[in-house]
């Protein structure tokens, strides 16, 4: 064998091993991310930007309130754009834009203790001892990831440290997990090591990729082509570290999010939404007011309120809003009744989560509570609901089943479905 | 083994001799496995694949038994040996070395302790039981009753301490662990898929734990497991129906508990107890009954035993999956768990003979490709070895055995004694360790994650080790002039095999086209051969 | 004189919801009490029943604030609310006198000028603000405070004094800095920093707690009392140190330093009696407290001002004080008003109003 055949086979397979080669061998040129350009060669698919109010955010100084009743708290309810609706004072930006915002204020989901909660807010269902679900993340990573992407299915912030949850990807195995951003904004093992120049980085993969393949001719089996298709995915996912550079975002649009971490979390969010990213989702930690709750939710409710509008109205202005839905969820709300630290605590039997922007009916809300907050009257939802109805919004069919050994298991638990009256 | 000498064997601290393992027979036993699979093949008619050939076997069988690859020298040496029982050979070789009960604490602590594996002083008593041939009633009635008098023996109450604060936990854990059997489904009725599991066999099962506690003593001082003399539970049955559960154990045997009397000692000891804030233990243990009635059905206790190991070196169970264990769920070869398990519980649950016996099984010696038209065979038939990963700590001393510098196994008159052995394993262990948090873990259906291509394509700590640097892997090929003896080297000690011809021209191939840098190519070329597939896979 | 070993509970007025504010009629015995339920309650301490003898209604929202002020003939009472208004009314009647529209956010404070003229209120929209008393009309601004926290999220204006003399207001906000204003002139006579009583954590939970709850002058008007919690490891409980620090305002110094060992909670409102009693109540994670300190007798007496003056005493250097009597008072306490003369203490919080007594 000489190096011409040997040449010849590295160009064969260079050619076969898809746009990951492709892209590198334009010499790095292709800006994958350019949303025009993704836009014609696929066609806008459908994203999901998940911002999880870790701790427990309160309904009651949010999207449910009650105000004149003992259980109301001080603040007062205002107005929407949309007659009829009204959310808490605390949040006059979102109130504007009500219209393009689902409201659920049923969810019963019983469980109140911080982590199982969220498991079961994650995954739509409780835990089972020997099959572990994935998250609601990689689900919609594996369904919305596009085959050729080069940039992440799906990337994870919390960058706090109480509560802090990685992503499980359950039976999904590694192909869907999260990119998991904790401790810093620069993702983990992105920049090329020192030493290794970008010639040397490819081509050792190229030969890696090789003598793999040559080692799985005689197997064909499924656990090593999902092995190289990892390292096939790692020069596209090294290149995606631009997305996480804030100092690429004008100073004028910086300020406009606020320069707070949530702020700056959501802006990476939306550029990460832009490059094609599937699935995003970012946490403010941490909501656990069981002290001074209304001076707690005073922060972060306003907070929360300039943030989640600046981006509705930015994805909106980037013509991306009507094909990313943008959730708010909690692992539960909070009681009504104050308790002697003028606060509240964990609560899990009538609270709300919010829905804008693709397949939302904006402006719809679902669901009642009797007039202190403390059940649902009306419209009760459970953590599958929110399963269904997150995958409907963005088309995907929750009933679909993944087989796991033999078993078959749905999207969402066979006793939920898609609560209608929020979706479009 | 009778004739030997006793071999005195200093490991970790331990002043005792300790004996070799008794692995009599076990070559007979391998006999009796090929017996039931042929059997089982000639009846629904298949045919297995090829042997695999010995360099894939030692490095399956070495990844099994010690954890790691073998070294350059053993796959050489290997290679080289013309004996006809070299195989067999190799396997007591393994299974007596200290490296067995390094490796195998690992196995154990994920098969026993689940997702709460990891806990440092459990892996220790883990590893020393190992290391003392402990048999596996005796490892099962430690973890459950102790006794717990000394440091390291207080090492095995892990198992319970953890779970104490949850009894439902406690259950299904040790049902799971030593039983094979899951019953969490039956707790809130009865199973719906297996007329095995009824809510009583759940409560049941429970009651053996329900008056386990911690002791705290007086001032906290004399904290430890104890068990109450009362206490009862009782269940709401689907049917909305109270009762009381029975001392039962999963065979459906109820334990009679005899009646409490007023007895005047005890009375006496008891008052006695509560004043000195001493622990007075029950005159009648529950957890004791669970132990005595487990192993005296010994069926579910071997079985779960035997299935368990079988998986771990074959890559599935006989039954599978392995905590489902029960009358709807039929091995996959008739017979042969059941006389498995006699014969495990006839020669006093000896876990090595066990292990010695099925790596010198043919289903264990298949290779890994399917050699005939058509699709590949379903698993359950074992007529193919499946392609198992490495577990994180596997790979990470691989990876560290792989591209160092051959001091592993060095040695001035070749052999090496054990305590050597077992310090240079924990050597590499060392080295290793922080690999491992960055690498995928092994489940059923297996994938790998971008995060760990990431980490292996940049992060620095790896770009250490494949560096050309003093006398380690790349250094060495660095400075092999020539191309073909690079090529040889690279792949005995990687992939400890000879490579193929084709294989020393892509080598050769790649040297050349880099020569400007040899350093820089050596280093990339053992990169890539170490995150090949290949390299990240038992096969 | 105030015999703290004797100070106990004489009688309990249970009522739903929370008290966030009392003032007092001492001469006549009755008590003016805001409550949560946007209701001011007035009780009569001579009547036998343990209901309110009037409930006036007006207000949005929590009723945060309230004074009385004899001005004779007239009796007034005057209540501030997070409604943002402050309201006259006619203590005797329940007649609404007059509504203010006092501040653009919460009002949280309310003090009268010892010689009744005058009131100051503060709220969150960061201003002191005075009143003329009888005729309701606006008598100075101070402004000064931080509009936002130094992460940028909203603050608040919590709590108000005025100095015996009534020269001086003191304010003190939720990222604890106070500042003590000349009352005739409006300027700023001094302003210092109290970083302890202000917790936020960058980390763990990315928010805040804490603040200046309560502040209060010595009788010689040298001394300002600052009460407040310490700092907390876990925001989401008001699990730090309840604390009071006592500076010499002039310099500005501090002098001492109370907290009652082992017990955690925000301390909500703070009184001297005499120069050398100081009484606090709050509540936290042990339940609402009543605790009564005896600061140093010794302490340097109040010094003219030094003008460009800062903290001269690290104030982690001063060793707290525990307080000379400490009683639980079962729940979350926001407020008192003390009797001297009658040996007793009314003080108000969730779920109820208590007589408390000495003699």
């Known amino acids: 064998m000489n190096c011409d055949d040997c040449n010849g086979s590295r160009r064969r397979f260079l050619h076969d091993a898809g746009a990951a080669a492709l892209g590198m061998s334009l010499g790095g040129l292709a800006t994958p991310y350019d949303p025009l350009l993704a836009d014609e060669l696929r066609g806008r698919n459908k994203q999901v930007l998940l911002l999880w109010l870790a701790g427990g955010s309160s309904q009651l100084e949010t999207w449910d309130p009650k105000p004149g009743r003992p259980t109301g708290g001080p603040f007062k309810a205002i107005p929407t754009v949309t007659p009829g609706v009204h959310i808490s004072e605390l949040m006059p930006k979102m109130a504007k834009i009500m219209d393009r915002t689902a409201i659920v204020r049923s969810l019963d989901t019983r469980i109140a203790d911080h982590g199982t909660a969220a498991e079961l807010m994650e995954t739509g269902r409780t835990r089972e001892p020997r099959l572990v679900y994935p998250d609601l993340g990689t689900v919609i990573a594996k369904e919305l990831a596009q085959r050729d992407a080069q940039v992440p299915d799906y990337v994870s912030l919390y960058l706090a440290t109480e509560g802090h949850r990685r992503p499980n990807p359950g039976f999904l195995g590694g192909r869907y997990a999260a990119m998991h951003l904790n401790r810093s904004l620069k993702p983990e093992n992105i920049d090329r090591p020192e030493g290794v120049s970008e010639v040397d980085h490819a081509d050792r993969e190229h030969l890696r990729e090789y003598l793999s393949e040559r080692f799985n001719r005689a197997r064909e089996a499924t656990e090593v082509k999902g092995y190289n298709s990892t390292y096939a995915r790692v020069r596209g996912l090294m290149r995606s570290d631009t997305i996480f550079d804030l100092e690429q975002e004008p100073a004028e649009v910086r300020d406009r999010y606020g320069r707070t971490d949530f702020g700056e979390h959501a802006l990476i969010a939306r550029r990460l939404i832009e490059a094609g990213v599937p699935m995003v989702k970012v946490a403010r930690a941490w909501w656990d007011s069981h002290a001074d709750n209304f001076e707690s939710h005073r922060e972060l409710v306003t907070e929360l309120d300039h943030v989640m509008s600046t981006l509705l109205l930015d994805l909106e202005a980037r013509g991306l809003l009507s094909s990313t839905l943008v959730v708010t969820l909690s692992e539960f709300g909070r009681t009504p009744d104050i308790n002697k630290d003028v606060g509240r605590d964990h609560f899990a039997s009538a609270w709300s989560f919010s829905l804008s922007g693709c397949g939302v009916r904006g402006g719809s809300v679902h669901g009642k509570t009797d007039d202190d907050g403390r059940t649902v009257a009306d419209g009760k939802a459970g953590p599958g609901d929110v399963m269904a109805t997150i995958y409907k919004a963005v088309g995907v069919d929750p009933t679909l089943h993944y087989e796991v050994g033999l078993r078959p298991v749905p999207l969402a638990p066979e006793d939920s479905a898609p609560i209608e009256t929020v979706l479009a | 083994m009778s004739g030997w000498p006793l071999l005195l064997v200093l490991v970790g601290g331990a002043p005792s001799a300790t004996p070799p393992p008794h692995l009599d027979g076990a070559t007979q036993v391998a006999v009796k496995i090929d017996e039931f699979v042929e059997r089982h093949w000639r009846s629904i008619g298949v045919r297995p694949a090829e042997p695999a050939d010995d360099a894939t076997f030692l490095r399956r069988v070495t990844l099994d038994l010690a954890g790691r690859i073998p070294s350059r020298r053993e796959a050489q040496a290997f290679e080289q040996d013309t004996s006809a029982d070299k195989r067999a050979r190799t396997v007591r070789k393994l299974v007596e070395s200290p490296e067995f009960a390094l490796h195998f604490a690992n196995v154990f602590d994920e098969s026993i302790q689940g997702g709460r594996a990891g806990d440092g002083e459990f892996l220790a008593w883990l590893r020393d039981s190992l290391q003392a041939h402990k048999p596996w009633d005796q490892m099962f009635r430690e973890v459950l009753l102790g006794p717990w008098d000394t440091g390291d023996r207080k090492r095995a109450e892990r198992f319970l301490a953890r779970r104490l604060a949850n009894v439902d936990e406690l259950t299904n854990d040790t049902s799971r662990a030593f039983f094979g059997v899951d019953v969490t489904c039956a707790k809130c009725h009865d199973h719906p898929l297996v007329d095995d599991w009824k809510q009583d066999h759940y409560y049941g099962l429970s009651s053996f734990f329900n008056r386990t506690y911690e002791f705290k003593g007086k001032d906290n001082k004399d904290s430890r497991i104890g068990e109450k003399e009362a206490g009862e539970i009782e269940f709401v049955t689907r049917g909305g129906e109270n009762r009381k559960a029975r001392l039962m154990f999963l065979s459906g045997q109820v334990v009679e508990e005899p009646p409490t009397f007023d007895d005047a000692r005890l009375a006496e000891q008891r008052e006695r107890a509560k004043k000195d804030g001493t622990y007075l233990p029950p005159p009648f243990s529950r957890r004791e009954q669970l132990v005595r009635v487990a192993l005296e059905q010994r069926m579910m206790f071997s079985r779960s035993l035997v299935n368990r190991l079988w998986a771990y070196l074959t890559g599935r169970g006989l039954v599978h999956p392995v905590d489902q264990m029960h009358s709807a769920n039929a091995p996959a070869v008739p017979g042969l768990l059941e006389w498995l398990g006699d014969d495990l519980a006839d020669h006093g649950y000896n876990i090595e003979r066990l292990v010695a016996a099925i790596c010198t099984c043919r289903v264990y010696a298949l290779a890994s490709h399917w050699p005939y038209p058509g699709t590949r065979p379903a698993p359950e038939q074992f007529t193919l070895a499946p392609l198992r990963p490495l577990s994180p700590k596997q790979l990470a001393i691989s990876l560290v055995l792989a591209t160092g510098d051959e001091s592993f196994d060095e040695s001035p008159n070749g052999a090496m004694e054990p305590a050597a052995r077992a310090e240079r394993h924990r050597q590499l262990e060392g080295q290793a360790g922080g690999l491992v948090e960055w690498l995928d873990p092994r489940s059923d259906a297996f994938q790998s994650s971008t995060g760990e291509a990431l980490f292996m394509s940049n992060h620095p700590a790896l770009q250490k080790l494949v560096k050309p640097d003093g006398g380690n892997l790349a250094a060495r090929l660095a400075q092999t002039v020539d191309n073909a003896q690079l090529g040889e080297l690279v792949t005995w000690t990687v992939f400890s095999r000879r490579p193929v011809v084709e294989e020393l021209s892509i080598c050769a191939d790649w040297v050349v086209r880099h020569e400007a840098d040899r350093a820089t190519a050596c280093r990339d070329l053992v990169w890539a051969l170490v995150t090949s597939a290949e390299f990240r896979f038992n096969h | ?359």
Not at chain 3, 24 to 45: E, M, T
């Open chain 3, 1 to 359: 004189m105030l015999d703290p070993a004797q100070l106990k509970s004489k009688a309990t007025y249970p009522r739903p919801g929370a008290f966030y504010s009392l003032a007092g009629n001492l001469a006549n015995r009755r008590l003016y009490a805001g409550n949560s339920d946007h209701s001011i309650q007035v009780f009569d301490l001579t009547a036998e029943k343990k209901e309110p003898a009037a409930v006036w209604t007006k207000h949005d929202n929590f009723v945060s604030a309230l004074a009385f002020v004899p001005r004779p003939p007239a009796r007034l009472a005057i209540s501030g609310s997070y409604d943002r208004t402050l309201v006259w009314w006619d203590a005797d009647l329940g007649e609404v006198v007059r509504t203010v529209t006092a501040h653009e956010g919460w009002v949280r404070g309310l003090e009268p000028f010892p010689d009744g003229c005058r009131l100051a209120s503060v709220g969150d929209d960061m201003l002191v603000r005075l009143w003329e008393t009888d005729s309701g009309k606006p008598a100075g601004v101070l402004a000064g405070h931080a509009l936002h926290t130094p992460q940028g999220h909203p603050t608040a204006l919590y709590a108000v004094a005025i100095s015996p003399d009534g020269r001086f207001v003191a304010s003190g906000d939720r990222v604890s800095e106070v500042r003590v204003w000349e009352s005739d002139s409006g300027k700023l006579a001094q302003m210092f920093q109290v970083p302890i009583l202000y917790t936020y954590d960058p980390r763990q939970r990315k928010r805040s707690i804490g603040g200046i709850r309560s502040l209060t002058f010595s009788p010689d008007g040298g001394r300002l009392a600052v009460g407040g919690m310490g700092q907390v490891e876990n925001v989401d409980g008001m699990a730090g140190k309840a604390r009071i620090e006592i500076w010499d305002w002039r310099q500005p110094t501090p002098l001492a330093a109370l907290e009652a060992e082992g017990h955690k909670g925000i301390v909500n409102h703070v009184q001297f009696i005499g120069n050398d009693w100081l009484v606090g109540a709050g509540g936290g994670s042990d339940d609402g407290f009543l605790a009564v300190w005896r600061p140093d007798a010794t302490l340097p007496a109040a010094t003219a001002a030094t003008a460009g003056a800062t903290s001269s005493t690290e104030p982690s250097e001063i060793k707290p004080l525990a307080p000379v009597r400490l009683i639980k008072t079962g729940g979350h306490t926001h407020r008192f008003v003390l009797h001297e003369a009658a040996g007793e203490l009314y003080a108000a919080g969730h779920g109820k109003l208590e007589v408390l007594g000495w003699l």
